[in-house]
């Protein structure tokens, strides 16, 4: 059930960071990551009470150190 309803969310956002990236899914207590590399990281991560919240956190914070530290950020 979790795969579908992961499946369902990169069929959905075919454009997005997570459906390009396909981020590892886990649990730490009863929270979802869903992460890219060896750890959980700023910016390669996000959380999620569902699959699909994490998997939507990873799309917003993804990068976002790198944009924020550069100084270029939507104008």
Sequence with gaps: M????VEEFLENH?????ARLRPRMG???DIWLAFIG???RTGASGLG???QGALEDFNH???????????SGPH
């Design 2 to 5: 979790i795969k579908e309803d």
């Design 14 to 18: 075919p454009r997005s960071p997570a």
């Design 27 to 29: 649990m730490v207590g």
């Design 38 to 40: 060896p750890k959980v």
């Design 49 to 51: 009470h569902t699959p």
């Design 61 to 71: 914070h993804f990068m976002e150190p790198l944009v924020s530290s550069n100084g």
